[in-house]
């Protein structure tokens, strides 16, 4: 041998010059996989327990190898590990240094596997383990927003469509809409989980292996409920990765409506909400300046986790079977959407628990905009009338009000009777933005009384 790269490389054998520096720095994926280290040696140690009990190696050579990897683990986690450069992966730089530690035998740990199968079982394991916390962090934000919406309920404010006032609804009936989409993103979060657990290791590079190795047994080891049943599909599969980043974009999505409503009620023109000092930011230049950054940086956050599953479904498009190296590619979206999911659910937590609501100022604004307009067309219902003749009968009436600046609850008997003579005292009784609210007694509808009970409801789960 004449030069140390050709020794070093486990693939070293067929090449006859050592790989170009520019290669080594360009295929490297060792500066972001690293972060899988755990879960390479969790599954190394595993693989190497079922070697030994299926005599592929000894017992004995199975024990210094998973004894070695729990040294290198140590080191890792102590930060006495150093990472080369010129090590291409996580799975590399691990062998590696498993071998330096325990000698030859290490060389050992990789039969029956190759890094195709093994970097699938380590972004499953990582995502297993990731999709827990994630379902943390949203179980933790729903009984944020339920706790704020047991807080204000009575609170009424304007709902809009159009971002036009359209009626006015309970403030914990808004809340609680948030509760139901994050309630889909657990959903959505735990199905997806179903598809990452299942074991990968086996399919080898692509065809699976010779040797007679047990996949129930790894499985077992790691906890998996099943075995991949098709070694091809396996080292070329990432739909679960896609899934992940999808429904992440969809709770971002869901996060992002929120946080922009609140940097609107933020605003001086709308004044319904106010975000505590410390989870806002202020202005170098402007001195009066309190900012909603971090509802800002959720919303702009949702458009690189979008980006992050284009970049995924934009790789894996048109892939040739089976492993092919763009795969590599995978992890940084998979990496930043983690990160960036886990970051906007905690601190959107928090923020919730800090947050306050003018109640006057919603409440005045939910009685502008003729806000119980639908109100006055579904007594004329109750009375007989088409739906279609009372929206007519009170869309005159409301055109009055503007021309005379009078709003609904300021006109008498008399001037309603004017547009439909079919009016009585009784009409007051559904006028005003509470009577309006608590007349929508449906299920899913504001009423208090039933706000109160989905809050039990929800309570008590
Ligand atoms: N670093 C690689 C990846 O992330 C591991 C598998 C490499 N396999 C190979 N044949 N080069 O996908």
Known sequence: MTNIEKKEKPWGGRFGEPTDRQVEAFTSSLHFDRRLFRYDIEGSVAHARMLGRQGIITKGEARTIVAGLRKVFADI???????????????????????????????????????????????????????GRVLEFIAELKAGFLALAKKECGAIMPGYTHLQKAQPVLLSHYLLAFWEMLARDEARFRDCLKRVNVMPLGAAALAGTGLPIDRTCVARLLHFPAVSQNSMDTVSD????????????????????????????????FGYAEIADAFTTGSSMMPQKKNPDVAELIRGKTGRVYGNLVSLLTILKGLPMTYNRDLQEDKEPLFDTVDTLQASLQVLAAMIGRLSFNRKKMEKGA???????????????????????????????????????????????????????????????????????????????????????????????
């Open 77 to 131: 986690e102590a930060g006495v590990f150093q990472f080369r450069p010129d090590d291409e992966d996580i799975h590399m730089a691990i062998e590696k240094a498993l071998t330096e530690r325990i000698g030859d035998v290490g060389g050992k740990l990789h039969a029956g596997r190759s890094r195709n199968d093994q970097i699938a079982l380590d972004i499953r394991l990582y995502l297993r383990a990731e999709i």
């Open 238 to 269: 990432r739909d679960f990765v896609a899934e992940f980043i999808f429904a992440a974009s969809l709770a971002m999505m869901h996060l992002s409506r929120f946080c922009e409503d609140l940097i609107l009620w933020s605003t001086d023109e």
């Open 367 to 461: 009685e502008g905009g003729f806000s119980t307009a639908t109100d006055v067309a579904e007594y004329l219902v109750m009375k007989g009338l088409p739906f279609r003749e009372a929206h007519g009968i009170v869309g005159k009436a409301v055109a009055y009000c503007i021309r005379n600046n009078k709003t609904l609850t300021g006109l008498t008997l008399k001037e309603f009777r004017k547009f439909y003579p079919g009016f009585e005292k009784d009409l007051f009784a559904c006028l005003t933005v509470r009577q309006s609210v608590n007349a929508r007694k449906i299920t899913g509808g504001t009423a208090e009384e039933m706000i109160q009970k989905r809050i039990a409801e929800l309570e008590g789960r």
